[in-house]
C-alpha cells in the first residue's frame, strides 16, 4: 500500500465521521482512530522484497508509525522465482463463479495468456494473464481479497 493511498484513506475516514476503523490484508494491518479533533494512525507492515519503507519524513501532519513484527524472508527463497502481480487495484479473484474450479492451482504449468485469476474493479471483471511459463509454486492471495497496483499474486518457478 501506497503512502498516497494511506493519506486518502485517513482523509476519508475523517471526513466520514467514524471513530475507528480497522484494515487487514495478508501483509498490512491499518488502525485509524478520530476523536476530539485529533487523529492516530498505526500502520503494520511486512513490505515486499525490493520496495524500500514508506520514509516518515513524507508523512501527513497525522501521525504515522510503522513497525515491522514478522521476521523478514530470506531473499534466497523467493529470488528463482518471478512474481506474477496485479496490473489493477481491485478485488482479486481465482476462479470465474463460486462454483466454478479455480483458473490454476500450486503446480500447475502456465503460459503466457493463460487466465490465472480475475480481479473486479469498480463492478468489471478483469481477467488476468501469465506473462511467463512456468509453475505456479505459491499463492499469495487469498480469494476474495482486495489487491493493490503492483501487489504480488503468484510465485512462478520459470520453464
Known amino acids: 500500500m501506497e503512502l498516497k493511498d494511506i493519506q486518502n484513506l485517513i482523509k476519508f475516514v475523517a471526513k466520514s465521521g467514524a471513530s475507528e476503523v480497522k484494515l487487514e490484508m495478508e501483509d498490512i494491518k491499518i488502525t485509524i482512530r478520530t476523536g476530539e479533533g485529533k487523529e492516530t494512525t498505526t500502520i503494520v507492515q511486512q513490505a515486499p522484497m525490493g520496495v524500500s519503507q514508506i520514509p516518515m519524513a513524507a508523512a501527513p501532519a497525522v501521525p504515522v ?39 490454476v492451482e500450486v503446480g500447475d504449468m502456465v503460459s503466457p495468456d493463460s487466465i490465472i485469476a480475475i480481479v473486479e474493479a469498480m463492478k468489471l471483471f478483469n481477467e488476468i494473464e501469465s506473462e511467463v511459463s512456468g509453475k505456479i509454486v505459491k499463492v499469495l492471495v487469498e480469494n476474495g481479497s482486495p489487491v493493490e497496483f503492483g501487489q504480488p499474486l503468484y510465485l512462478v518457478e520459470p520453464a
Open 65 to 103: 508509525t510503522e513497525e515491522n513484527t514478522a521476521a523478514p524472508e530470506s531473499k534466497d527463497d523467493n529470488s528463482k522465482y518471478i512474481e506474477i502481480t496485479s496490473p489493477i487495484i481491485g478485488t482479486f479473484y481465482r476462479k470465474p463463479s463460486p462454483d466454478k474450479p479455480n483458473f
